[in-house]
C-alpha cells in the first residue's frame, strides 16, 4: 500500500527507534525527565519564545493553548476551514470548553482583513480573546504563510491586545519552503505549537510554546485534559532526533509534491494545479468519480488517500519515495475502470 493519507503515517527508522531506546527518563509530571526538558528548551528556542511544554497531540496542544489563553466569557476567532475549528467542536464534550467564531477564507488560509477587523471589534456579549491562525494551512493546500502575508492580520489583534495563537502543526514545512527560520514565522504570536509526529515523523508528540508564565498554566490545563505523561523521554527523544535530522529534508518532500502534481495533472480526467504546490499537500479532483468513491477505488488498487470535503487530499512524506509516487500515478490513470465503489470516507484531515 502507497499511504499517502497524510504525513503522520510515517514509521521510526532504526536510527530514531535506536535514540528512543538509549533515552534518560524521569518523571515528567514532577519536571524530572531530561530529554523532555531538553526537547521543550530546544523547540522554545527555535520558535523564539520563552519555554514550551511537550504534549501527546496537536489537537490537545491547540485546546490546552485556548483554554490558556481565553477565560469563560471570551471565544476564540478562527477561519471556517481551520483544523481548530473542525477538531474542537467536532466532539459536543470538547465543543462544551470552546466559544467560537469562524471567518470565512479568503483564499490561502487567510480571512479577508476587513472581516477581521470587524469580528474583533463588534459588540458582542462575549468578546474575543484569542485570534488563532494556520501555517501550513492545510484545506487552503499547504499555503506556507510568509510574514508579510500574516503582519496585518497579527497587527488586527495586536493594536487591541488580544493575543494570537498560531497552529503551526506544519510549520517546519512552511519555514523550509520559504527559506526562513521558525521563528520567523512566530514573531507576534503570543502562543505556538507545532507537531513532531507530522513530516519530522517522529511517533509521537506535538510541543506548545509561549512565555514562561503561560506555559506554567499550559500545564496545569494539560493536567485537566489527562495529557500528563510519566517517563515520557522513550518518545521525546525521537522528538529532538527529528528536529536534528529530518527539518532540512522536507524539501524532498515538496519536491515529491510538486513532481506527483505534474505527473498527475497530465491525466485527462484530473483536476489537480502544480503550479499552487508549496508544501506537501496536494489536492486531486476528478472530472466523472466523486471524491469519496474516488478514494475508495485508490485504496483498492493499492494507493491510501483521505477524502476532504469534496476533495482527495495526497499528502508526500519521508516514507514514500519518487519510484512508489511514480507507481501510484499509474494506478490514477487507470480510474474510472471497474466501477465508481461506494463512496466510504477514508480518514480525518490531519
Known sequence: MIDLRSDTVTQPSAAMRAAMAAAAVGDDDYGDDPTVNRLEERAAALLGKEAGLFVPSGIMSNLVAVLTHCPANRRILVLDDSHIAWSLTEQARIGGLVRMTTLSDAGRGLPDLDLLNAAVTGDDDVPVG??????????????????????????????????????????????????LPAHALTEGFDSVTFCVSKGLGAPIGSILCGSTSFIECARDYRKYLGG???????????????????????????????????????????RVTPERIETNIIFVEHADIPAPALAEMLRARGVATNEIEGRVRLVTHLDVDRPALAYAVEIFATLGVGGQGSGVRTGDIS
Do not use: K, Y
Not at 499555503?143 to 491586545?161: F, H, N, Q, S, V
Not at 500528563?228 to 523521554?233: D, S, W
Not at 521525546?236 to 535530522?245: I, M, Q
Open 130 to 179: 484569542l485570534v488563532c491562525f494556520e501555517n501550513t494551512h492545510n484545506q487552503a493546500g499547504g499555503t506556507a504563510l510568509a510574514p508579510a502575508e500574516t503582519a496585518g492580520l497579527i497587527a488586527a489583534a495586536r493594536d487591541r491586545g488580544i493575543p494570537l495563537h498560531l497552529d503551526g502543526a506544519r510549520l517546519f514545512n512552511a519555514a523550509v519552503a520559504l527559506g
Open 228 to 270: 500528563t505523561m510519566r517517563q515520557v523521554g522513550i518518545v521525546a527523544a525521537a522528538g529532538l532526533f527529528a528536529l536534528d535530522r529530518n527539518v532540512d529534508r522536507l524539501a524532498e518532500d515538496h519536491a515529491n509534491a510538486r513532481w506527483l502534481a505534474g505527473e498527475l495533472a497530465r491525466i485527462p480526467s484530473l
